[in-house]
């Protein structure tokens, strides 16, 4: 089987100035991603999501353990070459339209001239931006704001895009067109990583989670055999057992 991320007993712990252990991130985390599937990394906050993310991008490296992306280490050019990413917070110049801003992605791809038109033309109309596009993004809602950065993310035609709470702080509808996007990607056999805390939009895109609660795995399994309800399954496996004693508190 062709596994596009595989992900092997990874762990990281940050330290301070005196490199003494702050925190324990991620306690030797395992997954495999198959090509063309839409894979949800769940938890709830502090759970180890953005530093597994990061380690998958090749931006921190871990303290033990491996990562394959597409078969090679993810701090390679060549991996860094089939990865999209789309942050939560997407920083861009206000003053420049979304074909500029793609442009300027599609530069950093080093993509020629006439490739690059082309692709940016099919990106505005992927991502229903074709008639705003060359409006100064400073005056984009945060939904329309929200596709540019997909876009952006797309313009190097990656084979793994990585999302990062890719609905975050999004009305329903433009929540509607994320999810449908990323569904027309996977069905055209991109692979997608997700990471959420919003449990509807995994269950509605999602094939494989894999949920994290302080830096371990607490449970892995295809979405269709987790029940009707991923909510009750998620907090079965992460539901806070500590009792607050609320009426002792207002006494």
Do not use: F
């Given at each position: 089987m062709e596994y596009a991320l595989a992900v092997d007993n990874v762990r990281k712990t940050y330290r301070d100035f005196w490199m003494r252990p702050t925190v324990h991130a991620v306690k030797g985390v395992s997954f495999s991603v198959r090509a063309g599937e839409v894979f949800g990394l769940l938890g709830p906050n502090?759970?180890?999501?953005?530093?597994?993310?990061k380690m998958i991008l090749g931006l921190v490296r871990p303290d033990g353990g491996s990562i394959s992306v597409f078969g090679r280490s993810p701090r390679t050019v060549e991996a860094?070459?089939?990865?999209?990413?789309?942050?939560?917070?997407?920083?861009m110049h206000p003053f420049l339209t979304a074909r500029e801003t793609l442009s300027y992605y599609a530069g950093l791809c080093d993509l020629d001239r006439k490739t690059a038109r082309m692709r940016i033309a099919q990106l505005l109309e992927m991502?229903?931006?074709q008639d705003a596009a060359?409006?100064?993004v400073g005056g984009y809602s945060k939904g329309m704001?929200?596709?540019?950065?997909?876009?952006?993310a797309l313009v190097g035609k990656p084979g793994l895009l990585v999302m990062d709470e890719p609905t975050s702080g999004l009305d329903p509808v433009s929540t509607s067109e994320v999810k449908t996007l990323v569904k027309?990607?996977?069905?055209?056999?991109?692979?997608?990583v997700m990471s959420s805390h919003l449990l509807a939009d995994a269950q509605d895109v999602c094939d494989t989670v894999?949920?994290?609660n302080r830096g371990e795995k607490a449970a892995e399994g295809r979405i269709a055999d987790m029940g009707s309800s991923l909510e009750e399954y998620f907090l079965a496996k992460v539901g806070d057992a500590r009792n607050f004693k609320v009426a002792e508190f207002l006494a």
């Open positions: 502090g759970s180890g999501k953005s530093t597994t993310i860094r070459r089939s990865v999209g990413y789309l942050p939560e917070l997407s920083y991502t229903g931006l060359d409006r100064p704001a929200r596709r540019v950065a997909m876009a952006s027309t990607l996977s069905a055209a056999g991109m692979t997608i894999v949920i994290l």
